[in-house]
């Protein structure tokens, strides 16, 4: 048994983002301005798209996408149920429903086989809200081709996707609008922040001015000495700027986005390696099909209840013992009361969304663990597993 607890997650910085946290400090700039720019430059170089919004959230990443494409009171927005709390509540900012797609059990993202007619039973759809869960990404051309065919935005959650291809082609460069996460257990962190990346000037220009009070002009170009102290409030905006201070983090995490990466990958690989050897057990994450990278933001295992005698929550207590923390991602959203208070679903709307949440573990991944860490999760699982099947 291990001798201390090994967190569900944890943020991996170091003397760079010290060093460049203490930069931006004594510069005396703390707001949005230099930190910033770059960062938005070199993320927008990293994925090959014309801009990056930098915002202190992908929730509101989320919102001024929803609000630039032009969501109204009465629209439907189409996503999955198998997401977290942000990607539902955006569409309520805008008096939108959220028309949600069951699930593909084995890669958890939206069905595009259902997508189709789920489209056709809308009143007034207006975006498709794909989620890529844990860094799988969504099969793009499918929705991408119902999208046209429908005249339909496509705005991906992209919390857990940095980076991720789909098809040789980076995610933050295929819909009208990617949002990222810097959360702080997301693959890179600015401790709170999100992105918003678009090729769209038109929509970039929108959700640039509304991030920052709907004004014309941001402050760095109003206070330097180039700049004016006229500006024009040409809508009611938003408070949702990134800070210098969240940018210098973003600026460090970026240039050790690939190595971060290829340590997850390595680690993701060692966990499916030997819980292959438990197939009757637990089913591991699906693959990316090929031309796709997964970023490996969560290793979800799914349990086969059938041949376990305890459930998902104890199977979590006795990991819990074992001094290993995890999590689970899900808890679908139209089983939780405000979707079903507000919007009348139950659980068995989307029967696979809520079959899926009962039976995944999400385990501890992330770079800073070692491989005697990544071996003991391993060895608790199995123990457990041997324990407890039938
Ligand atoms: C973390 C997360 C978000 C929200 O990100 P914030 O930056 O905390 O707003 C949105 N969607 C999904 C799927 C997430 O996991």
Redesign the pocket.
């Known amino acids: 048994m291990r001798d201390f607890f090994l967190p569900f997650s944890a943020p991996t910085i170091g003397e760079e983002e010290i060093a460049e946290v203490v930069d931006t400090l004594r510069s005396g700039w703390l707001t949005t301005g230099p930190k910033v720019r770059r960062f938005e430059e070199q993320f927008a170089a990293y994925l090959g798209c014309r801009h990056a919004v930098a915002v202190n ?4 990443a989320l919102h001024l996408a929803l609000e630039a494409v032009g969501v109204c009171s009465g629209d439907e927005v189409i996503t999955t149920p198998m ?2 709390a ?2 539902g509540e955006v569409i309520h900012y805008l008096g939108a429903r959220p028309v949600f797609v069951d699930i593909d059990p084995v890669t958890m993202n939206m069905d595009v086989a259902l997508l189709d007619e789920a489209i056709q039973r809308c009143s007034r759809p207006k975006v498709i809200l794909p ?1 890529h869960m844990a860094g799988l990404a969504c099969d793009m051309d499918a929705i991408m081709s119902l999208a046209e065919t429908y005249g339909l935005r496509v705005i991906e ?1 992209a ?2 996707t940095f980076p991720t291809l789909y098809n040789g082609r980076m995610i933050g460069t295929i819909g009208h609008v990617t949002c990222f ?3 702080s257990t ?1 693959t890179i962190t600015t401790g ?3 992105m918003a990346a678009t090729d769209d000037d038109a929509l970039a220009g929108r959700m640039r001015v509304m991030s920052l009070h709907g004004i014309s002009k941001n402050a760095w170009t109003r206070y330097t000495a180039s700049g004016s102290w006229y500006y024009e409030i040409l809508a009611p905006g938003f408070k949702y700027n990134m800070t210098d201070l969240a940018a210098s983090l973003g600026i460090a995490q970026l240039r050790k986005a690939d190595e971060f990466h290829r340590r997850r990958q390595a680690i993701a690989r060692r966990y499916t390696a030997a819980f292959a050897r438990l197939p009757e057990f637990i089913e591991t994450p699906a693959d990316p099909p090929s031309g796709g990278v997964h970023s490996w933001h969560l290793y979800i295992i799914k349990l086969r209840l059938d041949r376990l005698t305890i459930d998902r929550d104890t199977f979590i207590e006795e990991l819990r013992s074992a001094k290993i923390g995890t999590s689970v991602h899900f808890i679908p959203l139209h089983i939780h009361p405000y979707y079903r208070e507000a919007w009348g679903y139950r659980p068995e709307d989307f029967p696979r969304a809520y079959a899926t949440y009962r039976r995944v573990i999400s385990l501890p991944l992330y770079p800073a663990m070692t491989d005697a860490d990544v071996d003991s999760v391993i060895d608790e699982v199995v123990s457990i597993c041997r324990k407890h099947g039938r």
């Open positions: 959230s992908c929730t509101a997401t977290f942000a990607t989620v959650d919390a857990h996460s810097f959360y997301k709170e922040g999100g």
